[in-house]
């Protein structure tokens, strides 16, 4: 085993079914080490089983699972080298912050005076120094958060897993917090993979992101990649808002294709080799607003939300309805207008399905 | 696991080379084999001529090589397995085919001296020998499968399995072939005949003035008391919850009272207020100048008294079903405009049709099982428990006709016990949520409201009436002849002798032996159930359901049917307990295990599953996480469960009663005994101090109880919600 190998996780071909039901259809993934990996999808999509998997609390039907080059498809979760943040945090009631974050250790029979001077360090990582002889329940939602953190670092995992970290928070206190687990994450060089179904908080926090749907991987790349290549009309609708507008592609040149939208001849982005029927990718904020021209398409706005730094559209044009996001508030369109929605093409995607 | 395979092959080769393999005269432990020198341990059974023990020792031995040759570990632990099971297998099967006396299986094969004096029931060395092999089979069956199993949850399981076979199906098993058994062998055609006899399923009470077969009789009175009990119950129930009554705490009164009372007290309390000499019925009698009757000791005398007794069962549940309805539901109802009265007929009443049938189920059951009522009240009404009680100790002992009764009563339990499941367990209309639901049930409407109060506090009041008739008949000369005031009945049965310090009493002997043997199965009731609860709640393993099928068993099969088995199952070798102490013990663990059981299930459900992964992804095995994070959580379910397995050791007889014996004599047998006699003072003053002793253990239990839920509920409620 290798230095480089450390931390690492692969899966070959792993399938997990619970009797008639497939939760992961034969699923190849892998982590660098040092990563800080995402798995966001919708409910249901496979990725807490995945993370489960990992951890050794469930155990794959097929395949087979490395961490740090080492087979451990049949260890269960007592014999792996993994330690998790639970969603709920699952700090044991019973025992005082301090026998919380020694726990992994004592039961590893570490000695008593080694175990709590790694447990001191660990909630000085967090933040948490002096708080050790209290019980969980007298502490807040976010520092009891970082109690479960400090609890799965002392262990030095070879991968941290973290299952919703943040669910139980409110929203301005997780943003804080996302920060801080990153903050940690590379600090300690930790592998760490991440469960999430929100994807501006998978944006904000991962080096690479693996989007999955219907037990199995959609799309895996950094933020950047997927939110500007999104290689399906889910990925697109799904990391940031995008409308799809149909269109047909008539023929493809290098990295660009010509394309019929309503009649109208378009040359957009395109690095597939496919033609037909495909969707255009429009963000709404891509897209302008302004008096009817002859220019981009004409619609009427039907709904008008003002938010204060932006005004939200609805406008039903000839390809449908398209939801605009303008930053311009000080003169806005009202409802019932007529206006023409324009756009460049050098923002626009194409994805065929 | 290496190791541990190989502890547990030591252990049983020492038992089997150095412990008694059979039952020694003076007891399970007794230490006397040693001092006479008696070579009894199995290996000198062995030499001694008695060759069957030879693969006892061979499979400890090979065990052995086997784990000390083979290096891989799965292929050592399949060896182990298969070796292990052969070997257990051939002891059981010695056990069960070399006995003393009856008939025989291969009784052409097996011929010489030493089979044909067959061997005593199996002991100490035994017991140990075969557990020890559970274990290294268990042990090896989480080391062959893929990977690294859980020795001690594996372990567990087999252990929960294999008690409840020998001792809820091996029992039971028992009947079966009794039922089958015809003089000097087994006949299948004798069976059907005896079993539909008219004698047990007859109809001829509906066109005639005969009776009825007695199967059809207890199913009568079980429906009867399951639609009554439901009925009044639902009446508390709703007084309780939608009414401003204001007695309601002596409402909660009453769902104690039944856990309580020995099943046949409400029986003699009716005795002295309806019967010959009772009470109400001598007021009657000269009030309207007729004859006393004898209605008590019949049909009616019964029902009466089933209803007395188990409507605070269906009050229980049912007050849980009508608290269960989503008060936004009704609140939506009446917004849409209906009234009271059609928001309870068209919203409520449908919610609670599940809760309504299984009230009826419960009752149904318990009625069928009831024993005491049926004995003291039922000499003009024969129903099936009693009338296997009778085929057991009667005049003319004929257990081939017990043995088909137990199996008519089996039939109809387990239909209704399965009916239960199927149809209730698939159905769901619950109603709470994890949404916090802040909206106020409506109240009844008036006609609704005066219909239950015209129930239900009539029915109170008579309750309450049978309850001072206990306490009141203890003091009095002789009911119904002489009523003036006496200690004589408490003096006779808890007299202590100051002078020469002895407890003079008759009834102490089987009261010190009902709180020892209580008090030794209620540990060990709760340690089996809420085991099982965990395996069952936290464990995923191949056969769960029909292992929780198994567990729960044993309650629906009636007290009676437990009794009449186990004197036929452990009467003889290999397992011979029936006179010990130690098979009181085991009735009542198996018997009450149901209750620990689901009260371990509930408590283990409100524990987040995730505190048990968490401990375990931080490296802890399974036993370390029992230990350390789910028991120290589970105080108040433990104590619950204790309590509960002690109370119902006391108060139970149906089963106990087959099974006492002159050397260990229990309270409610001796009771049951004394009201035979006609002595209802001696028994109802034995009566009101068991329910005293029993409500000051439960006071005792419940104040620790409660010292601890409180500061555990705040805990846990905090870290989840926060």
């Not at chain 1, 040092?34 to 993370?51: A, N």
């Not at chain 2, 190989?6 to 080769?13: A, E, K, Q, V």
């Not at chain 2, 039944?258 to 009698?285: D, K, M, N, Y």
Request: with cysteine; charged share 15%.
């Amino acid at each position: 085993m290798t230095n480089t190998t450390i931390g690492s996780v692969r899966f070959d071909n792993v399938v997990k079914k619970y009797g008639a039901v497939t939760a992961l259809k034969k699923l190849d993934l892998s982590v660098e080490p040092g990563k800080l990996v995402t798995l966001l999808g919708p409910s249901g999509c496979g990725k807490t089983t995945t993370l489960r998997l990992i951890a050794g609390l469930e155990m794959a039907t097929e395949g087979s699972i490395h961490i740090g080059g080492e087979d451990v498809t049949h260890l269960t979760a007592t014999y792996r080298k993994v330690s998790m943040v639970f969603q709920s945090y699952a700090l044991f009631p019973h025992m005082t912050v301090r026998e919380n974050v020694a726990y992994g250790l004592t039961v590893k029979s570490v000695p008593k005076a080694e175990a709590a001077e790694k447990a001191e360090n660990g909630l000085e990582l967090v933040g948490l120094k002096g708080f050790g002889d209290r019980l969980p329940s007298e502490l807040s939602g976010g520092q009891q958060q970082r109690v479960a953190v400090a609890r799965a670092i002392v262990l030095e995992p070879e991968v941290l897993l973290l299952d919703e970290p943040l669910s139980n928070l409110d929203a301005k206190l997780r943003r804080h917090v996302r920060e801080e687990i990153r903050q940690i994450q590379q600090r300690l060089g930790l592998t760490a993979v991440y469960v999430t179904h929100d994807q501006e908080e998978a944006m904000a926090v991962s080096d690479n992101i693996i989007v999955m749907r219907n037990a199995e991987i959609a799309q895996q790349g950094s933020p950047h990649d997927l939110y500007e290549k999104p290689n399906s009309e889910f990925i697109a609708d799904f990391i940031g808002d995008a409308n799809l507008a149909p269109c047909e592609i008539s023929n493809y040149a290098k990295d660009e294709a010509t394309i019929v939208l309503n009649d109208k001849k378009l040359k957009v982005p395109y690095a597939g080799t496919q033609t037909g029927a495909a969707k255009l990718v429009l963000r709404p904020h891509h897209l302008k607003l302004a008096e009817p021209s002859k220019q981009g398409f004409e619609g009427e706005i039907t709904y008008a939300a003002y938010l204060g730094k932006e005004i939200q559209y609805t406008i039903d044009t000839e390809m449908g309805e398209l939801f605009v996001v303008s930053s311009v508030v000080s003169n806005p369109f009202a409802i019932g207008n007529r206006v023409s929605v324009q756009w460049d093409n050098a923002h626009t995607r194409l994805v065929t399905s | 696991m290496k190791k541990l395979s190989l502890s547990w092959l030591m252990i049983g080769l020492v038992s089997f080379i150095f412990l008694p393999w059979h039952m020694t005269e003076d007891g399970f432990l007794d230490a006397a084999w040693i001092v006479d020198g008696l070579p009894s341990t199995g290996l000198f059974q062995m030499l001694a001529g008695q060759w069957w023990h030879l693969p006892a020792l061979l499979t400890f031995i090979i065990g052995i090589v086997l784990q000390l040759t083979i290096p891989n570990p799965v292929v050592r632990a399949k060896a182990t397995l298969l070796s292990s099971s052969i070997g257990l297998l051939l002891i059981a099967v010695q056990g069960l085919i070399i006995v003393r006396a009856g008939p025989r299986l291969f009784e052409m094969l097996l011929t010489g001296e030493t089979i044909i004096a067959g061997q005593p029931g199996m002991g100490l060395g035994a017991g140990l020998v075969a557990l020890s092999l559970l274990f290294v089979i268990t042990t090896s069956i989480a080391q062959s499968g893929k990977g690294q199993g859980d020795a001690f949850v594996i372990g567990a399981i087999g252990l929960i399995v294999s008690l409840v076979g020998i001792f809820v199906f091996y029992p039971v098993m028992h009947i079966l072939i009794q039922a089958f058994q015809v003089e000097g062998g087994y006949a299948l055609g004798e069976f059907f005949p005896k079993f539909f006899s008219a004698d047990i399923w007859g109809l001829s009470c509906l066109v005639g003035n005969h009776t009825c077969g007695v199967a059809i009789n207890s199913l009568f009175l079980a429906v009867m008391t399951g639609a009554g009990t439901t009925f009044l119950g639902l009446s508390f129930a709703l007084i309780f919850t939608r009414t401003n009554f204001r007695a309601k705490k002596l409402l909660r009164i009453l769902t104690v009272l039944p856990i309580i009372t020995p099943p046949f007290v409400i029986g003699l309390a009716l005795i002295l207020l309806f019967g010959r000499a009772g009470t109400v019925t001598e007021f009657v009698a000269e009030l309207l100048n007729i004859e006393p009757g004898r209605w008590v000791y019949g049909f009616w005398g019964v029902y009466f008294a089933q209803l007395l007794s188990f409507t605070p069962i269906a009050f229980l549940v049912l007050i849980g079903v009508v608290q269960g309805v989503s008060p936004s539901m009704e609140e939506a109802s009446q917004t849409l405009d209906a009234d009271r009265w059609q928001t309870f007929r068209y919203v409520s009443l449908p919610l609670m049709r599940p809760g309504l049938a299984n009230a009826f189920l419960l009752g149904f059951i318990e009625s069928l099982a009831d024993f005491g009522n049926p004995l003291v009240l039922g000499s003009g009404y024969s129903v099936l428990s009693t009338e296997i009680f009778f085929a057991i100790v009667g005049s003319v002992a004929d257990p081939a006709k017990a043995a088909i009764l137990a199996i008519a009563l089996l039939t109809l339990t387990l239909s209704a016990f399965m009916a239960q499941r199927l149809w209730l367990g698939k159905k769901s209309y619950a109603t709470i949520t994890g949404k916090a639901d802040s909206g106020q049930n409506a109240s009844l409407n008036p006609v609704l409201r005066t219909i239950c109060y015209a129930t239900a506090l009539p029915w109170a009041a008579l309750t309450l009436v049978v309850y001072s008739m206990i306490i009141f008949g203890s003091f009095v000369k002789l009911w119904g002849y002489n009523h003036s005031f006496t200690w004589d009945h408490y003096i006779r049965a808890f007299g202590i002798d100051f002078a020469s310090g002895r407890f003079s009493g008759v009834a102490w002997d089987s009261y010190f032996t009902t709180l020892t043997i209580s008090s030794i199965a209620a540990p060990l009731t709760a340690l089996v159930g809420l085991a099982t609860a965990y395996l069952l709640v936290r464990q995923k393993f191949v056969g769960k359901n029909a292992f929780e099928f198994s567990t729960m068993l044993s309650f629906a099969i009636p007290g009676t049917v437990i009794g009449v088995s186990y004197i036929m199952a452990f009467n003889f070798p290999p397992i011979e307990l029936t006179g010990t102490s130690i098979i009181l013990i085991i009735v009542f663990v198996f018997r009450n295990m149901p209750v620990g059981v689901r009260g371990g299930i509930a408590a283990m459900s409100q524990l987040d599953k995730s505190l048990d992964e968490a401990s375990i992804t931080l490296g802890a095995n399974s036993f370390t996480t029992v230990k350390r994070v789910i028991l120290p959580l589970m105080g108040p379910a433990i104590l619950a469960a204790l309590t509960y397995s002690f109370v119902r050791a006391i108060t139970s007889v149906s089963a106990v009663i087959f099974l006492v014996s002159a050397k260990h004599n229990m309270a409610t047998s001796f009771i049951v005994g004394r009201v035979e006699n006609g002595e209802f003072g001696l028994a109802i003053a034995y009566s009101a101090v068991l329910i005293i002793t029993m409500l000051a253990a439960i006071l005792i239990l419940q104040l620790l109880v409660g010292a601890r839920k409180l500061r555990r509920t705040d805990r846990v409620q905090q870290t989840v919600s926060a």
